[in-house]
């Protein structure tokens, strides 16, 4: 704990102890925490934040038949969609049983094609997934375009008139921070595959480098200050 803010509010933590005490409460361990005396009511920016619940509300709006995602951080947008409707779950992790029947998991490397099924769904999400495919942080097999290959087996899955939802970290040029991530220009993903012939761009949002969100934004915007962003895609199937 740094000296200045115990200094600062240490006085006003143990006169709060001294006076719950004298109102008679029992105190069975001391655990001083003074952060929160001036934290907010929570966060509400970056990535995560952001992304999860927006995606989360146009999976709510769109109501597709099917949704599979693939990914995704189970703690955030899964849960989401998870407490309105069924999702199934795509990850090269092994993920426990859970209890919540909403949440149906399938392990699968999605990089190999062998183990791909086509036009099985109307509707998928790959959340600050893509960018870590080949690059072994995960227990997958090293590969240079992994995420390339995941993201073609990917528009393989969707049918026709689907929707992809897709997101990674942006920047001013394309990155990789092995074996962290990858960061792309925002418009890389348009070089990634043929297959973009046969989908379509509906609408690009982004989180700035402060996390703040910005809504339906066009793919010329200035991102001059974005070193390490996120970008959300809503593609539709043709």
Request: hydrophobic share 35%.
């Amino acid at each position: 704990m740094k000296l200045r803010k115990l200094l600062k509010y240490y006085p006003k933590y143990l006169a709060q102890k001294i006076k719950f005490k004298k109102l008679g409460g029992e105190i069975t361990h001391n655990y001083m925490i003074l952060d929160d005396y001036v934290a907010s009511a929570g966060i509400e920016s970056g990535h995560y934040f952001h992304q999860d619940l927006l995606v989360a509300s146009f999976i709510k709006k769109n109501n597709p038949k099917k949704h599979i995602d693939i990914g995704s951080r189970i703690d955030g947008f899964v849960a989401h969609v998870a407490s309105f409707r069924e999702i199934d779950v795509i990850d090269i992790r092994n993920l426990e049983s859970s209890e919540h029947e909403n949440i149906n998991f399938i392990q699968k490397d999605m990089m190999n094609k062998n183990s791909l099924e086509e036009n099985i769904t109307d509707s998928i999400s790959c959340l600050h997934a893509i960018e870590h495919f080949g690059l072994g942080r995960y227990g997958d097999k090293i590969e240079v375009n992994g995420h390339i290959n995941g993201f073609n087996n990917i528009i393989k899955m969707l049918r026709s008139g689907g929707k992809l939802y897709i997101s990674f970290p942006i920047g001013k040029r394309n990155e990789v921070h092995f074996n962290a991530h990858r960061v792309f220009h925002h418009k890389d993903i348009f070089n990634w595959s043929e297959s973009l012939n046969n989908i379509v761009l509906e609408r690009f949002d982004f989180v700035d480098d402060k996390g703040k969100l910005h809504l339906n934004k066009n793919l010329d915007t200035d991102f001059k200050d974005t070193y390490y962003g996120c970008g959300i895609y809503t593609f539709q199937k043709l």
